[in-house]
C-alpha cells in the first residue's frame, strides 16, 4: 500500500513538472501547448483525481512563474470541468480519432468558459464578453488545434510507458 502511495505521488511530481516545462517553454507560442492534451489523456491512462492533481499543480506552479491572479483559480476551476465532462464523454468511445476531436472541442469549450470567468471577474457586460470571446477566438482555435494534434502523440506515450511498467 505504501510503495503504491510513494509512487503515484512520484507520478503526479514528474508528470507535474514535465507540464510546467512545456507550458514555459512554449510561452512565446500562444495557446500552443501540449498541458490540456495531457491533462485529458492523464484523465484516461492514469485516472480522474491523478489528473486533476496534476492539472491544479501544474497550473498553481506556471502561476506563480507566469503572472499569479484570480485568474489561475478560474483556469484552475475550467480545467477540472473540462477535464471531468471529457473524462464522462470519453467513455462512448476508444476511437482515437473521435477522442482527439473531443479534446479539440474541450479546448474550445476551455476558451469560452474562461472568458465567461474573465467577464465575471472583470466586470465586462454581455455586449463586452462577446466582444472579449470574439477577440479571444483565433487563440482558441489555436489551442484546439494544437490539442487535436497533441492528444495522439501523447496517448501514444502514455500507452508505451504503461505496458513497460
Keep these: 500500500?505504501?510503495?503504491?502511495?510513494?509512487?503515484?505521488?512520484?507520478?503526479?511530481a514528474v508528470l507535474t513538472a514535465l507540464a510546467c516545462v512545456l507550458r514555459l517553454w512554449l510561452v512565446a507560442l500562444p495557446n500552443v501547448k501540449p498541458i490540456t492534451a495531457m491533462f485529458l489523456a492523464f484523465a484516461l491512462v492514469l485516472g480522474l483525481t491523478d489528473s486533476l492533481w496534476i492539472m491544479a499543480l501544474t497550473m498553481l506552479a506556471t502561476g506563480l512563474i507566469l503572472g499569479f491572479s484570480p485568474?489561475?483559480?478560474?483556469?484552475?476551476?475550467?480545467?477540472a470541468l473540462i477535464?471531468?465532462?471529457?473524462?464522462?464523454?470519453?467513455?462512448l468511445?476508444?476511437?482515437?480519432?473521435?477522442l482527439s476531436l473531443l479534446t479539440a472541442l474541450s479546448a474550445?469549450?476551455?476558451?469560452?468558459?474562461i472568458s465567461v470567468f474573465s467577464g465575471l471577474l472583470y466586470g465586462f457586460g454581455p455586449g463586452g464578453f462577446l466582444a472579449y470571446w470574439l477577440a479571444g477566438l483565433p487563440f482558441d482555435l489555436a489551442h484546439a488545434l494544437s490539442t487535436f494534434i497533441f492528444f495522439p502523440i501523447v496517448m501514444l506515450i502514455l500507452k508505451q510507458i504503461k505496458t513497460r511498467h
Excluded: E
Excluded at 485568474?71 to 480545467?79: D, P, R, T, W
Excluded at 468511445?93 to 473521435?98: E, K, P, Q, R
Excluded at 474550445?108 to 468558459?113: F, P, V
Design 1 to 12: 500500500m505504501r510503495k503504491n502511495i510513494i509512487y503515484r505521488t512520484a507520478l503526479i
Design 71 to 79: 485568474l489561475v483559480a478560474g483556469q484552475i476551476i475550467v480545467y
Design 83 to 91: 477535464i471531468m465532462l471529457f473524462k464522462s464523454l470519453a467513455q
Design 93 to 98: 468511445t476508444a476511437n482515437l480519432g473521435i
Design 108 to 113: 474550445m469549450l476551455y476558451g469560452c468558459l
